[in-house]
């Protein structure tokens, strides 16, 4: 880990143009470049900071291993990740919630439901819990193509603005959980450089202040 370095594990895609916002509100001097680069390790200028780019759902596992001592993470991710890190702030950015969705009446004709998910353990802790066994079929991204093309009985994914599943025909069964990105710290960097870590997650805390405010 390094020194009096603070690494900060950033989600690229979706989630990177919300999170460098709330940095920025939260005090810290990103570049205007920080949004265009194709560098992965981005290092600023003004402050002892360093700036990893990964993807999503690996942010948790830099933070975990000490790579980043802190990083920002969907709930979703750190859920089925299980990953041993510290959430401190929910930064109310990137909202969505976890679904059971499928085709409007359909029944399954196969003896345990067939369902398809990039989150296996979200999805079998859920029918865990409901004690109903089913069969995971995991997969990486298009997660609604399989009720309609019959691969699944019915899949556990996020819905956001509920298109994706208008679009193809489909409804929510249930819902699982609202989602939103936090803000994640490693046990060790915590231990080791608690007073700056917790000047962060206070700057962190007052600019999202803003984005809690109709929160679904
Ligand atoms: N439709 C959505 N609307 C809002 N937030 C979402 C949505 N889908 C996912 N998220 C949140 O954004 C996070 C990142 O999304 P996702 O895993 O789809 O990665 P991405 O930004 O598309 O990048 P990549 O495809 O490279 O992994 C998720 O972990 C989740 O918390
Ligand atoms: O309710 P909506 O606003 O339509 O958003 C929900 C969609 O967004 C995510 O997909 P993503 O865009 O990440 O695509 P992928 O799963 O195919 O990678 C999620 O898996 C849903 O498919």
Same mark, same amino acid.
């Given at each position: 880990?390094?020194?009096? &370095? ?11 143009? =919300? ?7 939260? *005090? ?29 759902? =690996? #942010? ?16 979703? #991710? ?21 679904? &059971? ?12 439901? @067939?369902?398809?998910?990039?989150y296996p353990n979200i999805a079998s802790d859920f029918y865990?819990?409901?004690?109903e066994q089913i069969d995971l079929i995991a997969l990486n *991204? ?23 599943l208008r679009e193809n025909g489909l409804v929510e069964f ?10 994640? #710290? ?6 080791? @450089?608690?007073?700056?870590? =917790? ?10 202040? *803003?984005?809690?405010? *109709?929160?679904?």
């Amino acid at each position: 880990m390094s020194g009096s &370095v603070i690494t900060v594990a950033m989600p690229k895609g979706r989630i990177f143009g =919300d999170a460098c916002r709330l940095l920025r509100d939260a *005090g810290f001097s990103l570049p205007v470049t920080f949004e265009t680069t194709r560098k992965l390790i981005l290092d600023l200028d003004t402050a002892p900071f360093r700036f990893i780019l990964a993807k999503p759902v =690996d #942010v948790p596992t830099y933070v975990e291993y000490g790579a980043a001592d802190i990083g920002i993470a969907g709930k979703d #991710v750190l859920l089925e990740s299980g990953r041993d890190v510290y959430e401190m702030v929910d930064l109310g950015i990137s909202r969505c919630h976890m679904a &059971v969705a499928g085709l409007p009446g359909h029944r399954s004709k196969n003896p345990y439901l @067939k369902i398809a998910t990039k989150y296996p353990n979200i999805a079998s802790d859920f029918y865990r819990r409901r004690g109903e066994q089913i069969d995971l079929i995991a997969l990486n *991204g298009s997660i609604e193509l399989a009720p309609i093309v019959g691969l699944a009985d019915a899949i556990v994914d996020i819905v956001s603005t509920g298109t994706t599943l208008r679009e193809n025909g489909l409804v929510e069964f249930d819902r699982l959980m609202d989602i939103s990105s936090r803000l994640i #710290v490693n046990p060790v960097s915590y231990r080791l @450089k608690k007073p700056v870590i =917790d000047e962060i997650v206070e700057k962190m805390i007052r600019a999202t202040e *803003g984005t809690k405010v *109709g929160m679904d």
